[in-house]
């Protein structure tokens, strides 16, 4: 029974950190291209800068942007924030479980998201990777579709839109 209840725990964690740490990161986003947030020149003077348009998103290299033009910076507060509420909710074994999650989806994100922007990515033969894809060029034409894979907060706060069948892309 303690057994169960630990595993029970353990899907309670995970699920809430998933949840939380994809809120944190389409809030992040979403937060970066308001006109008046102080976090627009690093996101949209960085990527979209780089890739202005659904047309341009690809390129033989990925590029974030680097110092003040840089996108990271733009996402970085909202993580702290949700590290912080996770430190101060619990400081037990749920913390570690919580952090090691948070670091993980954001490198996974991070790695889907830099596929998006390359010529010939590895992930290309997935349909799913297609379609997110697509999605994600799609961004780059209007304030839609802020997360990378998982639209769940997108659809929660009408930023959704899904994408049409592929279009000619040119390289950035």
């Known amino acids: 029974m303690a057994r169960a209840a630990g595993l029970a725990s353990f899907a309670l964690v995970f699920a809430a950190t998933y949840y939380a740490t994809t809120l944190a990161l389409w809030a992040g ?3 970066s291209h308001l006109p008046w ?3 627009r020149t690093f996101h949209l003077a960085g990527h979209h800068t780089l890739y202005p348009d659904s047309r341009h998103t690809r390129s033989t290299q990925f590029h974030y942007g680097s110092g003040r033009a840089s ?3 733009a996402l970085l507060p ?3 924030i949700e590290a912080t509420l996770a430190w101060v909710l619990d400081a037990g074994w749920r913390l570690a479980v919580a952090i090691g999650e948070i670091v993980v989806l954001v490198v996974l994100f991070n790695a889907v998201h830099t596929q998006f922007h390359l010529l010939a990515p590895g992930l290309e033969r997935r349909r799913w990777f297609r379609t997110a894809r697509r999605r994600h060029e799609l961004h ?3 304030d839609v579709n802020f997360m ?3 639209h769940f907060w997108d659809r929660v706060f ?3 839109r ?3 069948p592929p279009a000619e892309v040119l390289r950035a």
């Open 158 to 160: 009408g930023t959704f």
């Open 37 to 39: 947030s102080p976090l």
């Open 29 to 31: 986003h979403w937060f």
């Open 148 to 150: 990378v894979g998982d």
């Open 162 to 164: 899904e994408a049409t």
């Open 140 to 142: 780059h034409d209007a």
């Open 78 to 80: 909202w993580l702290v």
């Open 71 to 73: 996108s990271i910076p």
